[in-house]
């Protein structure tokens, strides 16, 4: 059992939702970032997303595109980005999503990063920017490295394209609660509520919802029917904030304690 699989099953057990904090890796740099998701999984992150940097990432704001710029200004990569997780695997299992755009995947070669992704502790890969019927060619490598390729559903999704993809889903699907781009807009938990929970039952692996989640009490109400919330734009803010103050680990500390004491 891998470790997205054991998490959800022990949430369960707890009866509780998972929290899936985002933060964008090498902003302001990869030494901060790796203090920063030691300060998530102290504070009750359940799993991490961690978004490697683009320079045209266009399902995203523009808080998290200003991140993505910084990032790239440090000087971030994606070789540096997997150094840095091994780093993080000798003291946490949580379990680690890497989110991004498919280009620097294939610069960087689909089958030799599975097996370097594989190998550094990543658990799951989420692309933006790649449908389901072109993912053949890192699929099978995903595969090959025992990682989870996630799926992105949306409200507009047809339903026989929903039952698809949810039927072929590993480690959880991630189902992005309204149209646009991510922290625009909040969450219309009236206006997703049966989609998702129509999803959950033709499902396999559990759902989790995100885009428009800032606050505890929006991260509670989606958790009501969601298996996961996930919250990006919010804690990304935090890091422009306070940058590399030492302050910035109780700050995002304090607010991701807050995030998930909605969700117990």
Known sequence: MGRIQATFERLKQRNETALIPFITAGDPDLATTEAIIHA?????????ELGFPFSDP????????????????????????????????????????????????????????????????????????????????????LQQAGICLIQLLAPTTPLPRMRRLAAVAEGFIYFVSMTGVTGVSQVD??????????????????????FGISTPAAASAVGNFA???????????????????????????????SLKEGLR
Not at 40 to 48: P, S
Not at 96 to 116: C, K, Q, T, W
């Open 227 to 257: 298996d996961a919330v996930v919250v990006g734009s919010a804690l990304v803010k935090v890091v422009a904030a306070y940058g590399t103050s030492p302050e910035l680990a109780l700050r995002v500390g304090s607010l991701v304690r």
């Open 40 to 48: 998530l999984v102290e504070n009750g992150a359940d799993l991490i």
């Open 58 to 141: 266009m399902a995203d704001g523009p808080t998290i595109q200003a991140s993505s710029e910084r990032a790239l200004a440090a000087g971030t990569t994606l070789a540096g980005i997997l150094e840095m997780i091994a780093r993080i695997r000798r003291h946490t299992n949580v379990p680690i999503v890497l989110m991004g755009y498919y280009n620097p995947l294939l610069s960087y070669g689909p089958e030799r990063f599975a097996a370097d992704a594989a190998e550094a502790g990543v658990d799951g890969l989420l692309l933006v920017d790649l449908p389901a019927e072109e993912s053949a060619e890192i699929l099978g490598c």
């Open 189 to 210: 938990v009236d206006a997703i509520r049966e989609q998702v929970l129509a999803l959950r039952e033709m499902s396999p692996v559990p759902v989790a919802v995100g």
